[in-house]
């Protein structure tokens, strides 16, 4: 397992953008596909973005297709997920994952590890 630490939310108006950033720990990160998730209150959590470990593939649902974007730096053992065009209904808790495994990973239920998660809320 990896050790995982978001950071990078906060407040933004409708519209608006931020970046989410999910430091890893250990030597071996390109070994792990990485996800983001968000959680709302009441609602399942539900995975917004993935990458493989290259960072060569990526996936992004409807929901969050053209103005969410993954990426990794493999070097700094870090992924990121750029948010823009944000709406009320992105607020949520957003978690960053890891599955140790190469390619992209979109189900919860196979990630390994999580980061403690980080708010987002975007205001109307």
């Known amino acids: 397992q990896v050790q995982l630490v978001e950071s990078g939310g906060g407040l933004v108006q409708a519209g608006g953008s931020l970046r989410l950033s999910c430091a890893a720990s250990?030597?071996?990160?390109?070994?792990?596909?990485m996800g983001w998730f968000r959680q709302a209150p009441g609602l399942e959590r539900e995975l917004v973005a993935g990458?493989?470990?290259?960072?060569?593939?990526?996936y992004i649902p409807d929901s969050a297709k053209g103005r969410f974007t993954i990426s990794r730096d493999n070097a700094k053992n870090t992924v990121y997920l750029q948010m823009n065009s944000l709406k009320p209904e992105d607020t949520a808790v957003y978690y960053c994952?890891?599955?140790?495994?190469?390619?992209?990973?979109?189900?919860?239920?196979?990630?390994?590890?999580w980061g403690q998660g980080i708010q987002v809320t975007v205001s109307s």
């Open positions: 250990g030597r071996t990160f390109s070994n792990y596909a």
């Open positions: 994952a890891a599955a140790k495994t190469w390619g992209v990973v979109m189900t919860a239920d196979r990630y390994d590890s």
């Open positions: 990458i493989s470990g290259s960072g060569g593939a990526t």
